[in-house]
């Protein structure tokens, strides 16, 4: 994927545009009256796709600039503005697709790659005749933003990158190293189908990272922060984010200087609430992307209607929860965003499908074709997925285990879709004895297998909670932002292993 040579004027006039308009409204001035790919374009570019024939088509416009500032040892390592821009044309054959992406704007280059896409069919019933009408779709906004961070000066935001790491540096004396890392971008999307449809988005990000190392000794520890989400300025006001994050992150390395091993073997696991929820991310949601299920390679493969959870697990997946960082108005093939139930009390009910899925399982998109950008085809993945509330207090589930392990935050995992075994490495965790949770622990792993570990979730918290905004889930290349969400969650078996 290169970066767009568009002008800097040009990208003076989509940030005036988002700025003075609605979402809908900017991103067709955008596209219509600065670059000229009005309807005339798009009918002669889904016309070319479909030139041999074709089951469906689409495009995807993309105009984004991406803002960055990272500070390393007291100094701004980086501070850097990209714009990347360009058209993604697809066009699906029963379970194959044709993909090619132009980064020009010009019809010239539009044309050729619409070809390179219509290479893959070779028949099909979809035509552009003259009776074909376009019908410009406003979806429901999940993330209106008066005022972008993207507007925020860029002398504010090294401002707020430097308080934040001198809070986390000043904590303490054994913090001997931070980075900060600030991120905000818009991206202007519009996406054009085969069916008629134009629909068009401005989708705002923002997520800020704080990293810091501690030492003592031979002893190194690290600590992290962070906050994200499609928010503006006015989520910067609500709190002191410098100070929340930097204490934050020094108080989590410095409190890790203190933990003791980890114990080893089978033991009751307490998942505590919103962080906790990547497992749930890796080890469920993963398995139930409609993609490894059609072909069959998933641990949930053919288990529609199947018990494959304890009756306290209901999970979601939902690109409709408000300024969410997995949050989407509708996805990259045009399908409107929702709530999709994919287990109920412990019953597999759906996958998350994208179109062509759906298209095999003989039922409806769900929201869940995604794409990294217009350079990438979409692929069925996760937007928020998270565990529902249960009824159990907390302090009621940490008082119920004689001996067993409270993980609160995790670095990440990995899972095997096949058979849904899993490993975790938990960052920051607890020791729980006698129903109190007593020293903090590192150096060991959760091993286990994701409808395995769900059978034995035996109390399930009242206080739900989605994490802080800051992950990206990786899938055959493509990174999307998603969101991850649990209350506290006991596991009465898992095994816990060294490292």
């Known amino acids: 994927m290169g970066t ?19 979402g809908d409204e900017a991103v067709k001035q955008l596209f219509e009256a600065e670059m000229g790919i009005d309807q005339s374009v798009v009918r002669k570019l889904l016309s070319e796709a479909l030139r041999s024939g ?18 390393e040892d007291g100094i701004i390592k980086n501070s850097a503005v990209a714009v990347v821009s360009g058209v993604g044309i697809r066009v699906v054959q029963d379970d194959q697709t044709g993909y090619a992406y132009s980064e020009d704007f010009d019809l010239k280059p539009m044309m050729h790659a619409a070809r390179t896409a219509a290479s893959i069919a070779s028949s099909g019933d979809v035509s552009l005749d003259d009776a074909f009408r376009f019908n410009e779709l406003v979806p429901k906004d999940y993330y209106p933003v ?11 935001k090294i401002e707020m990158v430097q308080r934040t ?9 054994r913090i001997n190293r931070v980075t900060v890392a600030m991120m905000d971008a818009i991206n202007l999307t519009q996406v054009v189908t085969s069916e008629g449809q134009i629909m068009r988005d401005t989708r705002p990000m923002f997520r800020m990272n704080v990293h810091c190392l501690s030492q003592e000794g031979d002893n190194i520890q690290n600590g992290t922060s962070g906050i994200g989400g499609r928010v503006g300025l006015d989520y910067l006001k609500k709190a002191d984010y410098p100070l929340i994050l930097g204490e934050q992150a020094a108080s989590e390395a410095i409190l890790l200087l203190g933990a003791k091993q980890a114990p080893s073997g089978l033991m009751p696991v307490i998942l505590g609430p919103a962080q906790s929820g990547i497992l749930l991310h890796e080890a469920v949601g993963h398995p139930l992307e409609a993609d490894f299920n059609r072909k069959g390679t998933s641990a949930y493969s053919g ?10 697990c209901t999970i979601y997946d939902a690109g409709t929860i408000p300024h969410e960082r997995g949050a989407i108005n509708f996805d990259d093939e045009g399908v409107p965003s929702s709530e999709n139930l994919l287990i109920e009390n412990g019953v597999l009910r759906s996958y998350m499908h994208d179109r062509i899925s759906a298209r095999h399982f003989k039922t409806n998109p769900t929201g869940n074709g995604r794409r990294e950008s217009y350079a990438h085809y979409p692929l069925p993945r996760m937007t928020s997925t998270y565990l529902a509330k249960g009824n159990s207090d907390p302090e009621e589930i940490v008082g119920s285990i004689k001996k067993g ?12 879709i096949s058979n849904g075994d899993f490993v975790f490495v938990p960052t920051v965790a607890w020791l729980v004895e006698d129903g109190k949770k007593t020293v903090p622990i590192k150096n060991f792993t959760l091993i286990g297998n994701g409808p395995d570990s769900m059978s034995k979730v035996s109390m399930v918290g009242n206080d739900f909670a989605m994490s802080e905004g800051i992950w990206t889930c990786g899938k055959e290349g493509q990174n999307v932002p998603v969101g991850v969400g649990l209350p506290t969650v006991l596991v009465s078996e898992m095994t816990v292993g060294g490292m």
């Open 405 to 416: 392990v409270y993980c609160q935050e995790f670095s990440g995992g990995q899972v095997d």
């Open 54 to 71: 074709g089951d469906f088509a689409d495009l995807h416009f993309e105009y984004s600039t991406r803002n960055s500032v990272v500070m």
């Open 303 to 312: 288990r529609i209607g199947e018990k494959v959870a304890s009756d306290l």
């Open 4 to 22: 767009s040579k568009i002008s800097l004027e040009t990208e003076n006039i989509a940030r005036r545009l988002t700025k003075a308009l609605s």
């Open 165 to 173: 790491e001198a809070v986390a540096r000043d904590y303490d004396q």
């Open 146 to 156: 008066l005022e972008t961070v993207t507007e925020m000066d860029l002398v504010q």
